[in-house]
């Protein structure tokens, strides 16, 4: 981040968003190419950022989008992105959903079970449509020997097994209503190896030949999200490797495939400025308590992530602090035993890789109004959402005071 940070803090206000969407364009265009002389699709996962002017930066570009509500669906397309490079995934989806998002006509819909698959049979006979589906595997990678967070594992709430997977795809293949013409998995975060990705390759590819077969015809090979990024010291898998294990494990199947980097793209564009308001020291312990919050930035409470935490333009010998929001809560932190200079109102603070379920996951708790959220671009800022007031707070109850 080369602008000015003092200047656009000065500018723009604290507690601040800033993305950087050369960085993002330098994602995109890298994941692309490693996919090349394929046929291939990069579905941003939405969920990750879900700005309009972030999406939009990237359907420029040419990206897809991976969309987890009917509200992403609609933040996709009111950005720009083709109907045909939707998704619409997630474990749950109401009819309401399923109905909008076949009316619209994207290119998929994820089934996560067996009844989400009758529900979406039942709604497309109702529109008289033909669904185009594709069915969330679990490979059941071992834990054991790949330790990272997992969604691909049989346990847990995402996808269904092999064998039912199997099931449904006949079932869909029968049906005047369903054209099963996808698979799709997505094995978990902030994956940082190869293997367990390649391993799950490999099983869903085996799926599809048997179901190829039996004249199923499986044209989108969806590998989900969950490229890893650097948030202190982490080695992540290279886009080429990733790329190339990819093509290994499809190899002789005719397909398109689909990814869905959420935190690839956007985690290390993204920093959260937050202003200092004063230190104070209890029992020996030093806080550095800031005008930003658990709030803004969930992912240290939520998750006890580690983010870098930088002071702007300020010198001095460095010592441990917890920095602090606040909030109501003892889990309102950014971070515990980070070397800081001693600090004074107003100095800046900078919290990095904060793009990715940064904004998202920001609430209104302690009615405190959502930030702001700029844009870096060529040397320019720009506005992308301005900073939340008390009155969009509460529109919504105002109307209903007696
Ligand atoms: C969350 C999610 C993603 C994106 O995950 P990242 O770790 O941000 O890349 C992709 N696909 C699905 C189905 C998801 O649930």
Partial sequence: MNNDMNALAVKYGTPLYVYDFDYIENRYTTLKDAFAGKKSMINYAVKANSNLSVIQHLANMGAGADCVSIGEVRRAMDAGVDKYKIIFSGVGKRDDEIREALEKDILLINLESEAEMKRVEMVAKELNKEARISIRVNPNIDPQTHPYISTGLNENKFGVEIAMAKRMYIYANK????????????????????????????????????????????????????????????????????????????????????????????????????????????????????????????????????????????????????????????????????????????????????????????????????????????????????????????????AYLK
């Fill in 175 to 398: 049906s005047e209503f369903l054209n099963p013409v996808g698979i799709h998995f997505h094995i978990g975060s902030q994956l940082t190896k190869l293997d367990p990705i390649k391993e799950a390759c490999v099983i869903v590819a085996d799926l599809v030949r048997s179901l190829r077969a039996i004249k199923i015809d499986i044209k989108f090979f969806d590998v989900g999200g969950g490229i890893g990024v650097v948030y202190s010291d982490e080695v992540t898998i290279s886009a080429t490797d990733y790329a190339q294990a990819i093509f290994e494990a499809t190899k002789g199947l005719d397909v398109t495939l689909l990814c869905e980097p959420g935190r690839y793209m956007v985690a290390n564009a993204g920093a959260f400025f937050t202003s200092v308001l004063y230190e104070k020291v209890n029992d020996g312990k030093r806080f550095v308590i800031v005008d930003g919050a658990m709030n803004d930035l969930l992912r240290p409470s939520l998750y006890n992530a580690y983010h870098k935490i930088e002071a702007v333009n300020v010198e001095g010998e460095k010592t441990s602090a917890d920095v602090v929001g606040p909030v109501c809560e003892s889990g309102d932190f950014f971070g515990k035993g980070v070397q800081l200079p001693s600090l004074k109102h107003n100095d800046l603070l900078i919290i990095h890789s904060a793009g990715a379920y940064g904004f998202t996951m920001a609430s209104n708790y302690n009615t405190r109004a959502k930030a702001a959220e700029v844009a870096l671009e060529a040397g320019e800022d720009r506005l992308i959402r301005a900073r939340e007031t008390y009155e969009d707070q509460v529109r919504l109850e105002l």
